[in-house]
């Protein structure tokens, strides 16, 4: 079968073989159209398809980063994270996953992290010696964090400080007179407690 092979740059022939693609420590396989000169194959939207399915019936964890905080932040992650009634990695994925879904796509996204990146609570939350917390992801965050690690160039592990970091400060924040902040941390908030109900 003549088929354009974006890597040859040219028509060359493919032949239907298996091929395996990797999902953070999980290896996917399926057949599809390999070109036979470089072995190019693409993401086609079957194969994408195929991915989601085996991904979502797969109860093992894809990848298992370890961002690292600051004491501090540890302590204030533990104790919000009891305020929702969660242990502490339910908690640092829905601060993460909040942060994936619905700030890093916000037009405002560089003036809150402008603004972030001088508060006081930044300074508050970076005291003491780091240590590192093991955060299991399965397939459907998986999917989300890697977008964001590709997006950004950032490890899977910095992508999770950073989205954590950016939670702890919209709740360490609930005085501040910035009306877009007291939205976000209100929607964080609902968004946190729906999360502890499906976890
Ligand atoms: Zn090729």
């Not at 159209?33 to 693409?42: D, Q, R, S």
Request: proline fraction near 4%; include cysteine.
């Amino acid at each position: 079968m003549k088929h354009y092979c974006p890597n040859c740059e040219t028509d060359t022939t493919v032949s239907e073989e298996k091929v395996s693609i990797s999902m953070g420590k999980e290896i996917f396989t399926t057949k599809t159209a390999v070109c036979i000169k470089c072995k190019h194959y693409a993401l086609t939207p079957k194969v994408r398809r195929e991915i989601d399915e085996w991904g979502k019936r797969m109860i093992k964890n894809i990848v298992e980063p370890q961002p690292t905080f600051h004491e501090a932040s540890h302590q204030f992650i533990e104790k919000k994270a009891a305020h929702f009634s969660m242990k502490k990695v339910p908690f640092i994925k829905a601060l993460a996953f909040y942060y994936f879904n619905h700030i890093v796509n916000r037009a405002d996204f560089p003036e809150l992290k402008k603004y972030f990146a001088s508060h006081h609570s930044e300074k508050h939350l970076s005291k003491g010696n780091k240590s590192k917390e093991t955060v299991p992801i399965r397939y459907l965050m998986y999917r989300k964090l890697q977008t964001f690690s590709e997006v950004h160039n950032v490890s899977h592990a910095k992508a999770i400080e950073e989205a954590v970091l950016f939670g702890l400060m919209v709740l360490a924040t609930d005085n501040d007179h910035f009306e877009t902040l007291k939205t976000i941390a209100q929607n964080l908030k609902q968004y946190i407690e729906d999360f502890a109900e499906a976890a």
